[in-house]
């Protein structure tokens, strides 16, 4: 049976390939679901990241052997049926749907990219350098003209992620060059030379806990490929200052190369 965050995970990452919600918005749900008591709490903030989502098509969450499964359309759609029956024009009960642990799981299989190794060499690009104690996670997603994968330090793929790249090809190129122009037009980052390659470097999206956003950094790499670094906030807390972070986020960038 697939855990909470497993499958949690998988549909959010569906959502921020489309939408840029930020990659760390679900290790923040669940933080903050960990300090209830109450499967109605967790329920509640798992609907909430839903929301934020914007997801508009009906999904279902499995939660997992001693939870629930939700059915919603994000923002504004419906997200639990009632859980008191509605009288009918003659004062009589009638029968609600069936309450919501009656569904049956129905999880989405989300394309990945199979078995990576050590997760170095992963679609068309490799990896040549990560700080020092990461592993691969063993988890990826694989949109066709966009692809991602990540890195933590237990190779857990249950487990929060401290480095994520995406790599944009084809169409996915453009969309990410516009999100790079939005950034330059808000001055909300900086143009930075990598070797002979000029990338944008930037925090993205509102941190937590006094913490400054997503460190992130845009390179091109090889002919029509994009990729996209990211730290948690978390992990870029534990590195250290805003310095070390450019440096480590700049050394991963310097060691990605094209592989086809």
Known sequence: MSTLEDDLRRLMANETEKLRVAPDLVDRVLRSSRRKKTNRVRLTALATAVA???????VYLVLGPNSVAVQGFGLGGPVAASETP??????QAVPEPPAIDDFPPTPSPTPDLGDLGDGRAFGRVRVGYLPAGLQWSHWSLDSGDSYTTSWNYDGDKKGFY???IFVYEGQAVQEADERVRA???E???RDVTIGDRTGYLLRQWVGEDGLKGTPSLFL??????????MFS???AK???GERTVDRELKKIAAGLTATG
């Open 220 to 229: 091109g790499v090889g002919e029509g490929r994009t990729v996209e670094v």
């Open 187 to 189: 001055k909300a980052g």
């Open 86 to 91: 509605r009288p009918d024009a003659t004062g």
């Open 183 to 185: 950034y330059r037009e």
């Open 233 to 235: 906030p978390t992990f």
């Open 52 to 58: 934020v989502a914007g997801a508009v098509v009906p």
């Open 162 to 164: 401290c480095v994520q």
């Open 238 to 240: 534990r590195l250290g």
